[in-house]
């Protein structure tokens, strides 16, 4: 707008307004970004460190785009077979593809390429790492409850789908270590029936390597899934700005609202400060440790191997499974079933699946419809707890299986015997967890009622007239006994009546039954403690009950 | 004869005739003994054997048997060559300290010059390979890239890219071959000592060998520089995912506690 206009009407006249505002005035006047902004500057967030995993996993996110945009300007995505004569010594005059070499070059010759190459892999070890934690937040925490489930289904898809992204950026640099396990990967996908060689050859481009993948590879990794991924990610950010986030229980917390600090300016200069932090502590990683030093590892060469190939972390379940799986085949009619890696395959997608779909079981069995906005303590719902920690204990054995060899050198062990723990631990180890850790949330409850009835252990031991000894009990707080008591506690279903009013039989469904049977499981006696009532509050509290 | 009667009874007597008869068994035998001037180079050696013996009926012949030729408890030691005692005692894995699924490197217990004599020893019992010279072994002026290549087709699926061991079946491994004497590293191919398979001059030339000694001299040894930093024991992702998991979210974990700690200064906390 001119500010040449001069009527006195015009509160303008009064000058020229300041440079930002005028700035912010031409800005709106184009964009209308001054409601958008209005409506979402005071938007509130609770503070808490658990609600900043996520941020870790965007933030590396972003550094590993930043630093993918810096490779992709050196690295050559293509299989053509070139000589060495680069400034690594022990590869001196060596065969190897274009992809390799240019990677070497990019941590030898490229200024900056090394620690850039090294930023770039140990984020995406974190990011990976760091979206496994902030799933099992969300997971112990209940956060996934209605309206979350599909919050929690694009989650689960970043999840997966980094897995595929750091997959195959690992085997972009065609080295000794990456091409094993490319071999590995297509060993896997030629173990599926029917269309399994189908796909192999289209994959490939024909016989494994072929000389296509490099470059297919390299658009997947670099174009298709971070597509995917940034718009998964975004709208994921959509649906936590919508469903507004989760907070704990306590005090002046309902469900209806969110206590917490505004994004602007606190929560704002907090998640730009954590940004740096986060790239500060990658960097200095990064500068430290080194990763994936692919002139150790030399080309690849489909007829070399060596020891310790592995995938990284995110893949070590899948490689633990294969490695602890008999080698089962069975041959037919000249076709060879080979379940010994197929077997594994598909583990490996049910365990993810089982968590996956986690969500949508849980509020099967509950029945319940409404909104959750108030995160559950992990003790108050110990029948998920413990799945939980059953499924990550399964996933560790896995990962255990995958290093099989490491921790049998490492430790002195014959790797037959860690195999055989993997074998047998695939099936024991998350039975065991679950019961031990339902026993832990039992315990912890029982505290926790205990807690609300008697008070804190004080550790003070007094001594009364007639010479007994008692340990002096403070009370809680108002707000501990409101934090202890304001999770709500479901009841088992019941299947109902066998006949209904008019004496016939009713029809219960199998379905039903078996909902009937582990909402009992999950909400039974067994499976909670009861939480104090007001009535046994105050008959405890009145004077008579103190002990 | 007077003279010599007259003094038979003279104390000294008996040390006179001793003296003389002492004298003549020298004589005869200095004239009449098998002639040793034919085998005089060897005397150094037979000695070494000799030597070898005692030492091997000392440290080795209770699992080898008296003879080398074997027990339940230790493999015959007929033809395996000076190279083989050369290596292995030479690291220290013999005399092994308890049987078991493999015998691992330690304290080497003799000296250099009485392996020597283990070695000519059982180099006696029947033709074996010999300890390499020192041009045979000297990585100095080898390909090292060529070495690389050699050492990634026939070492790493056991020893792993660049030497530094892997795990085998029921407890065997093989050992990481860092700061190992390149002299052993040959003899080890030439060998294939416990586990290993040999890999003799038809298999591996002299060449191939040296070229692969260049290369672990390169990439594994105490001047060899890792250019990206900390290289985590050089096992690979196995490492560097339990680095990522512990150090990298570990910190950034610590920090968002530290983060959401530190708040507004309206809230009181």
Redesign the interface.
């Known amino acids: 707008m001119s500010t040449t206009n001069t009527t006195a009407a015009d509160p303008r006249s009064r000058g020229k307004a300041p440079a930002g505002e005028r700035v912010a005035d031409w800005a709106d006047g184009r964009l209308g970004i001054y409601s958008l902004a209005k409506a979402n500057m005071r938007k509130i967030f609770p ?7 996520g ?2 996993c965007m933030y590396s996110f972003i550094i590993i785009i930043l630093t993918g945009v810096y490779l992709t300007l050196f690295f050559h995505p293509s299989m053509n077979e070139v000589e060495y004569h680069g400034v690594y ?6 065969l190897m593809s274009e992809a390799f070499k240019s990677t070497l070059d990019i ?2 010759e490229v200024r900056g390429g ?1 620690l850039i190459r ?1 930023i770039h892999h ?1 984020a995406a ?2 990011f990976l ?2 979206m496994f ?1 902030h799933m099992m937040r969300v997971f112990f925490t209940g956060a996934f409850r209605k309206p979350r489930e599909i919050n929690w289904l694009f989650g689960f898809l970043l999840f997966a789908l980094g897995m595929f992204t750091g997959f195959t950026g690992y085997s972009l640099p065609d080295d ?2 990456s091409g094993t396990g490319v071999r590995f990967t297509q060993g896997a996908i030629l173990s599926v029936p029917i269309v399994g060689t189908y796909i192999s050859m289209f994959l490939f481009g024909g016989e494994f390597p072929g000389d296509d993948f490099v470059a297919r590879f390299y658009s997947i990794h670099i174009l298709l899934l971070p597509g995917i991924m940034l718009g998964l990610m975004v709208a994921h950010l959509i649906l936590v700005f919508y469903h507004k986030h989760t907070q704990y229980a306590g005090p002046g917390k309902t469900n209806n609202n969110v206590v917490g ?1 505004p994004l602007l300016p ?1 929560y704002m200069a ?1 998640a730009g ?2 940004f740096f ?2 790239f500060g ?2 960097a200095a ?9 692919i ?4 080309p690849y ?1 489909p ?11 995110y893949m ?1 379940f899948a490689e633990g499974l294969v490695r602890a799986m008999p080698g089962w085949e069975i041959n037919f009619w000249g076709h060879t079933l080979v379940l010994g890696v197929f077997i594994p395959l598909v583990l490996f997608g049910l365990v993810l699946a089982i968590i996956a779909l986690y969500p949508f079981i849980e509020s099967w069995i509950t029945g319940d419809k409404r909104e959750h906005h108030i995160l559950d303590r992990p003790r108050n719902a110990p029948t998920r707890t413990a799945f939980g920690v059953a499924w990550v204990s399964w996933y560790m054995v896995g990962l255990i299986g ?5 921790i ?2 490492h430790f ?5 015997a860690v195999t055989w723990f993997v074998r047998i631990g695939f099936f024991a180890v998350p039975v065991v967890a679950f019961v031990i850790t339902k026993r832990i949330c039992l315990g912890l409850q029982r505290r926790d009622r205990e807690k609300v009835l008697h008070g804190r252990e004080t550790g003070i031991i007094k001594r009364l007239p007639h010479g007994e000894f008692i340990e002096v009990h403070e009370p809680l707080s108002q707000e501990q006994l409101y934090t202890l008591t304001a999770h709500e506690q479901y009841r088992p279903a019941e299947i109902g009546p066998a006949t209904d009013e008019n004496g016939v039989e009713r029809k219960v469904s199998p379905v039903e039954k078996l909902r009937v049977k582990l909402s009992k499981r999950y909400y039974g006696e067994d499976s909670q403690i009861a939480k104090p009532t007001v009535e046994e509050y105050k008959e405890i509290t009145s004077g008579h009950g103190h002990h | 004869m007077k003279k010599l009667s007259a003094r038979r009874r003279h104390p000294l007597a008996a040390i006179v005739v001793l003296l003389i008869a002492l004298a003549a068994t020298g004589g005869l035998y200095a004239v009449f003994a098998p002639a040793e001037k034919a085998q005089a180079d060897d005397t150094a050696q037979s000695l070494a054997i000799e030597e070898g013996q005692k030492l091997y009926a000392v440290g080795c012949a209770s699992c080898h048997g008296t003879g080398g030729q074997g027990t339940s408890d230790g493999p015959s030691l007929v033809g395996v060559g000076a190279a083989s005692v050369d290596f292995q005692v030479g690291t220290g894995r013999m005399p092994a300290q308890q049987p078991g699924a493999q015998i691992p490197r330690k304290k080497v217990i003799y000296t250099q010059a009485q392996i020597d004599q283990l070695a000519a020893y059982v180099a006696s019992l029947g033709a074996g390979p010999e300890i390499p010279t020192k041009e045979q072994y000297d990585p100095a002026g080898a390909d090292s890239a060529a070495g690389g290549e050699l050492f990634r087709t026939n070492c790493a699926q056991c020893h792993n890219f660049t030497g530094k061991g892997g795990a085998l079946t029921k407890g065997k491994y093989a050992p990481t071959l860092e700061d190992v004497d390149p002299k052993h590293i040959y003899e080890a191919m030439q060998t294939g000592p416990q586990n290993m398979p040999s890999f003799p001059d038809t298999t591996l030339s002299e060449k191939n060998k040296k070229d692969i000694i260049a290369y672990l001299d390169a990439v594994n040894s105490d001047d060899t520089v890792s250019h990206g930093g900390m290289e985590l024991g050089g096992f690979g992702p196995v490492a560097e995912g339990l680095f990522a998991w512990v150090f990298g979210l570990g910190a950034l974990i610590a920090v968002a506690v530290w983060v959401a700690a530190r708040t507004a200064k309206a809230k009181k906390s």
């Open positions: 503070d808490h460190w658990s609600f900043m995993l941020e870790i010594e022990p590869l001196q005059g060596q941590s030898f090394l090294q140990w070890l974190i790492a760091g934690v000794l270590l600090m606190v907090k400060g954590f932090l986060v502590v990658i990683i990064a500068a430290i440790a080194t990763i994936n030093p002139w150790a590892l030399g060469r007829d070399q191997v060596s020891t310790n190939a592995q995938p990284d972390w070590g995958g290093g099989n060899d490491l049998a050198t002195h062990m014959s790797i037959n």
